[in-house]
């Protein structure tokens, strides 16, 4: 009987949770995993949730049990399997189906299959989804991306499962073709810095303040009443709260230091280098999740060079100062993927909805924090403008920029890599720098090049030095 509403391909954690939230929503859904068990194993546990729930065990059989026009949704591994599946669809599907990709596509990709749609192809729609397995069960951000068509026709059932900021759902359309999931790649990019910098303040409260995990997670519990209030910083707290039960250690004391990465982070890094966008303390993060890969090599280093980070005495910085480090290298990384999407949205004609990209982020996704109400606001009434000029920003970053500067000057005195908020700090005082340096990159390239440079006494562009004989 074909009476479900939506389909779903790839019963993965996100999709199983993604299924349960659909039916829960009081939405019909058929779905198939490509290992048969896994579709009956997941029918057999949705409990009060089967009625609304339609396995099926081939493709075929998948597609005869939506309503058409079919709408199907992919919670599959981004690149191939993606290709795969949407090639095995387009057996069963015609032009007026839809296909929805829901996972961490890279937004080049969206953008190919877009194309491959418009010459012929099935519809497709990207839509970056963010919260983890607990957001996909029970209220995701989504950040969709497709034609206006699609989003209306996807629209209902998205809202519908998507979390809710104060009643209004956490879903929005950003634009066409890749827009959804390059948004989700901010979004990530943001995810890996704002990691990184809470990174950077336990090591110095373990490292430099002799704080054990414990306590960590006691500061991180405060910090979390005030400005710095997010799921990121109250997750830390709470594994800084942990204990393992195997060994009675604190979970952080036995949790290897190298960090894993799917690649959103570094796709950010690698498209803000495309468009010219400086992004430096998610690069810094990403670089830092590269650097912690390097185990071996940093534990010979610690021999080498005499290293480990050395204490920081209490009379030096202070627990309000790393708050308040935090605080403002939060607003700067924030700014810069903000920059990053205005940058996107002019080089590839979006016209992305820059306030509601911090409305959806407000709830569901990873980077929901207290902030982003106050972003959304700033971004309302000027969506092109660099965060750190918006005047309550610009306001918290004067009064929380010292803090920023004696702790990033104090770690790095005393041996305490730093990178996400030493890049904060350099990045704040670029922005406040009317006279930069570069006019020495211009001398240099001017001499060894005959790149030209401009004069800051007279009009015009391709003036050049009197190095004469000097050059080369
Ligand atoms: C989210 C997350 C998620 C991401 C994982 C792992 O918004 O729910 O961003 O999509 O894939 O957190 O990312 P890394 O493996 O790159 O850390």
Not at 82 to 98: A, C, H, P
Not at 179 to 200: R, S, T
Request: with cysteine; aromatic share 6%; proline share 4%.
């Amino acid at each position: 009987m074909s009476n479900a509403d939506v389909g779903l391909i790839g019963l993965g954690t996100m999709g199983a949770m993604l299924s349960l939230n659909i039916a829960e929503n009081g939405f019909k859904i058929a779905v198939y995993n490509r290992t048969t068990q896994v579709v009956r194993d997941f029918f057999d546990t949705a409990g009060e949730l089967a009625p609304n729930i339609l396995p099926c065990e081939t493709i075929e059989e998948l597609v005869a049990k939506i309503k058409p026009p079919h709408a199907i949704i992919l919670m599959v591994p981004a690149g191939d399997p993606v290709d795969q599946q949407i090639s095995e669809l387009s057996k069963f599907l015609n032009r007026s189906d839809l296909i929805v990709d829901a996972g961490n596509a890279n937004f080049r990709d969206t953008n190919r299959r877009s194309d491959a749609a418009r010459s012929g192809g099935i519809p497709i729609m990207g839509i970056g989804v963010s919260g983890g397995e607990v957001g996909a069960r029970y209220g995701p951000s989504i950040m969709a991306g497709g034609t206006a068509e699609s989003w209306n026709r996807m629209q209902p059932i998205l809202s519908a499962i998507a979390a809710k900021y104060e009643g209004i759902p956490c879903a929005t359309h950003m634009g066409p073709d890749g827009a959804g999931h390059f948004v989700k790649a901010v979004h990530n990019g943001i995810e890996y810095a704002d990691m990184q910098i809470i990174a950077e303040a336990y090591g110095i409260l373990r490292d430099g303040m002799s704080f054990d995990a414990a306590k960590c997670g006691e500061v991180l519990e405060d910090w979390n009443t005030r400005l710095l209030k997010s799921y990121l910083v109250e997750i830390s707290g709470m594994v800084a709260s942990a204990f393992d039960p195997e060994t009675g250690c604190a979970m952080l004391d036995i949790i290897e230091d190298r960090a894993g990465q799917k690649g959103t982070g570094r796709w950010t890094a690698i498209e803000a280098q495309h468009l010219g966008a400086p992004i430096t303390v998610i690069e810094a993060a990403v670089a830092a999740r590269n650097m912690s890969a390097l185990k071996h090599m940093r534990v010979d280093g610690e021999k080498h060079f005499a290293g480990a980070p050395q204490a920081i005495g209490k009379d030096v910085i202070t627990i309000a100062d790393l708050e308040g480090a935090l605080v403002a290298g939060k607003i700067i990384c924030y700014a810069q993927g903000f920059d990053l999407l205005n940058a996107a949205r002019r080089e590839f004609g979006w016209s992305l909805p820059m306030a509601a990209i911090a409305e959806v982020w407000r709830e569901g996704c990873i980077i929901r924090s207290a902030m982003l109400d106050d972003m959304a606001s700033a971004l309302r009434s000027a969506p092109d403008k660099n965060l750190m000029f918006a005047p309550y920003f610009s306001e918290l970053l004067k009064s929380h920029v010292p803090a920023l500067r004696r702790i990033a000057s104090r770690a790095l005195d005393a041996g305490h890599p730093v990178p996400a908020l030493a890049a904060a700090l350099s990045y704040f005082d670029s922005m406040r720098t009317a006279r930069s340096t570069a006019n020495m990159i211009q001398g240099q390239r001017d001499f060894f090049g005959a790149h030209g440079f401009e004069r800051v006494d007279r009009d015009g562009t391709g003036f050049h030095g009197p190095w004469g004989s000097h050059c080369q």
